[in-house]
């Protein structure tokens, strides 16, 4: 999915090859990157998802290692704005990513999962961060 903060595009997979590796891949077990712009917004706002393994909490040392790790291998512009720990992530029967329905849900509209989401319930559950204006500090699910 392609994401356009301040201008700069950039698509997730580029997000997903640095926090889906060593050494964020010890703690976190699957992540989403999207973004989120609502009529109101004049930019486009990315927000990282991340599952953690269990046994381990989104700190907010680990949120910023995430941030520089990202900052460092491809820009200060590619910088999540949101870096939040959700209970899941919704997929495909393929085991794909459901973007699109996380970002449509984030800007406000109300969808009905595809019939090929394997965990439909979770899209609704992403509504909690449409109107997010600054990172949560709790990092309880």
């Known amino acids: 999915m392609l994401i356009d903060p301040s201008g700069i595009r950039f698509g997730s997979g580029e997000i997903?090859?640095?926090?889906?590796?060593?050494?964020?891949?010890?703690?976190?077990?699957?992540?989403?990157?999207?973004g989120r712009r609502r009529p109101q917004d004049d930019d486009e706002q990315v927000f990282l998802f991340l599952v953690m393994k269990p046994g381990f909490s989104l700190t907010e040392a680990l949120?910023?290692?995430?941030?520089?790790?990202?900052?460092?291998?491809?820009?200060?512009?590619?910088?999540?704005?949101?870096v939040i720990a959700v209970p899941d992530i919704p997929i495909t029967v393929?085991?794909?990513?459901?973007?699109?329905?996380?970002?449509?849900?984030?800007?406000?509209?109300?969808?009905?999962?595809?019939?090929?989401?394997?965990?439909?319930?979770?899209?609704?559950?992403?509504?909690r961060f449409r109107d997010l204006e600054s990172e949560p500090r709790d990092t309880k699910i």
């Open 16 to 34: 997903y090859a640095i926090v889906e590796t060593q050494p964020f891949n010890e703690y976190i077990s699957n992540t989403l990157c999207v």
């Open 63 to 82: 949120r910023s290692d995430v941030k520089n790790a990202i900052r460092t291998s491809l820009s200060p512009r590619h910088v999540p704005r949101f």
């Open 94 to 127: 393929n085991g794909k990513k459901v973007e699109i329905a996380v970002k449509d849900v984030l800007n406000g509209k109300d969808i009905k999962p595809s019939s090929t989401v394997q965990n439909p319930d979770t899209i609704a559950w992403f509504k």
